[in-house]
């Protein structure tokens, strides 16, 4: 990755050690699922959300489902199955950009 070092990166060893450092910050955890009601082009995106993405065979456990601010999809033709988490979070991660970095 030869722009890394143009990207701010903060490791947290575990989630709850996350959920404790978004408390201390404010930021909304955005998760991609497809257990999801919203799709991603229904919400507003802040600067500062933080975008999750669990793994394509097992999602995310329903306790870091439950401390999502907002759960999102992308909309899908019925029937077929759910496109590849790199796809996934480049649209929604290009979307959110569209909203806050690029209007």
Known sequence: MDYISSAALTRH???D???EWR???GRRLILASTK???PYTSL???PDDILLFGRENAGVSDHV???ADGRLFIPMVEGQ???SVAVSAAMITGEAMRQTVWS
């Open 65 to 67: 489902h439950d401390k």
């Open 81 to 83: 199955r759910s496109i």
């Open 13 to 15: 060893v575990n989630f």
């Open 44 to 46: 507003t995106f802040r």
């Open 23 to 25: 408390a201390t910050t």
């Open 17 to 19: 050690r996350l959920e």
């Open 36 to 38: 999801a009601s919203s």
